[in-house]
């Protein structure tokens, strides 16, 4: 499994996450929801970036949307969301939720089928163990000369500290459903900030913010995950200060490939 093989990746992934679609979604998963909480009270201190107001018919395409909550963030703030997945499972499960408000799109992100220039901006949450540089001129193509691209993921550090024996920096992640079977994730990358910042400054994005991100001020020490707690313990750091997330948002600057 290697970045060299894509439809290999792919299907592998999208067997993995089909199989944890539903405890994904649901609402008792305590770190997905900690993700969610701290990763929108990022975006309410972007407003000027995240939240700006779409000339009508805008696009925003979110990329393995998962829950489909930030596909629906776009769409109030007056977006026509797409919302795209690579399991079937999970966009069932976020159809559920939000209905005809979305368009959904199953699809894999080393293979876009956008039109060119079609969208003003383009975000995905916890996929960055997926982003090479054939995906981020994927998601380039996709966008709009000045469109943005949102994206989150935890830090090398912090898979560190919660899978310690995982190779690095490539290696494997397990998720753990209720009943106590692991299920393997594929996943290819684990990137610091610095290291994604100079991936899209190198295929034709200027970084606008990038930064690490900490349950401070976006949840309740009583309300952070036992496993951020035991990254926290692993790293040393109080809780609420532990690098969970690291986030950018980042502007297509040209409409010459790099």
């Not at 079977?181 to 400054?201: G, H, K, N, S, T």
């Not at 200060?241 to 297509?252: Q, R, V, Y």
Request: proline fraction near 5%; charge should be neutral; charged fraction near 20%.
């Amino acid at each position: 499994m290697t970045a060299t093989n894509p439809s290999h990746i792919a299907r592998f992934a999208r067997n993995a996450y089909n199989a944890i679609a539903r405890e994904y979604n649901s609402p008792g998963h305590d770190t997905v929801r900690n993700f969610e909480a701290i990763t929108r009270h990022w975006l309410e201190r972007h407003l000027e970036l995240s939240g700006r107001l779409p000339l009508p018919g805008s696009v925003a395409v979110d990329i393995g949307g998962g829950r489909g909550w930030l596909a629906q963030r776009w769409r109030e703030a007056g977006y026509v969301s797409v919302l795209c997945d690579l399991a079937e499972r999970m966009l069932w499960e976020s159809r559920r939720t939000y209905g005809k408000d979305l368009l959904y799109c199953q699809l894999s992100a080393f293979a876009l089928p956008f039109r060119r220039g079609c969208a003003s901006l383009v975000s995905s949450t916890l996929c960055g163990a997926y982003l090479t540089p054939a995906v981020v001129q994927e998601v380039w193509s996709t966008l709009k000369c000045g469109g943005l691209y949102v994206l989150t993921e935890t830090p090398l550090g912090w898979a560190r500290a919660t899978q310690p024996k995982r190779g690095m920096p490539t290696g494997k992640t397990w998720f753990t459903l209720s009943g106590g079977e692991q299920v393997l994730l594929p996943f290819l990358f684990l990137y610091e900030l610095d290291d994604i910042a100079r991936l899209l400054a190198g295929n034709g994005f200027r970084v606008l913010t990038a930064e690490y991100l900490s349950p401070d001020g976006a949840l309740e020490v009583s309300a952070i995950s036992e496993v951020n707690r035991e990254a926290a313990r692993a790293l040393e750091s109080p809780p609420k200060s532990i690098p969970i997330l690291w986030a950018i948002i980042a502007e297509k600057t040209s409409e010459e490939r790099v």
